[in-house]
Nanobody, 124 residues
């Protein structure tokens, strides 16, 4: 069974850092594009970042560019999202999604596999 599991969420003060992990079981993440999304209460799910299946290309939403970094941890069959300079508006449930693709899908509907999410709360 193919599964994605997010971990690393929690409560952090503004300006702090968190590292989220998206680990796969039942399949290897090689050649899968991995997207990170988030959904705040009352808002639509939005794309945050993506790393292509080739691992060469990454992209970020304007709201997180310069603060978040996505990378692969092949030894752990996982993708990591390092978040720094966190703001209260980053508070949301964060999800990872996978799609067998060399490039990043253009919209979330193209991802076939999703994790259950991990809560990130930025508050003093």
């Amino acid at each position: 069974q193919l599964q994605l599991v997010e971990s690393g969420g929690g409560l952090v003060q503004p300006g702090g850092s968190l590292t989220l992990s998206c680990a796969a079981s039942g399949f290897t993440l090689d050649y899968y594009a991995i997207g990170w999304f988030r959904q705040a209460p009352g808002k639509e799910r939005e794309g945050v970042s993506c790393i292509s299946g080739s691992g060469i290309r990454t992209n970020y939403s304007d709201s997180v560019k310069g603060r978040f970094v996505v990378s692969r941890d092949n030894a752990k069959n996982a993708v990591v999202l390092q978040m720094s300079s966190l703001r209260p508006e980053d508070t949301a449930v964060y999800y990872c999604a996978a799609e067998f693709s060399s490039w990043c899908p253009s919209n979330r509907g193209e991802y076939n596999y999703w994790g259950q999410g991990t809560q990130v709360t930025v508050s003093s």
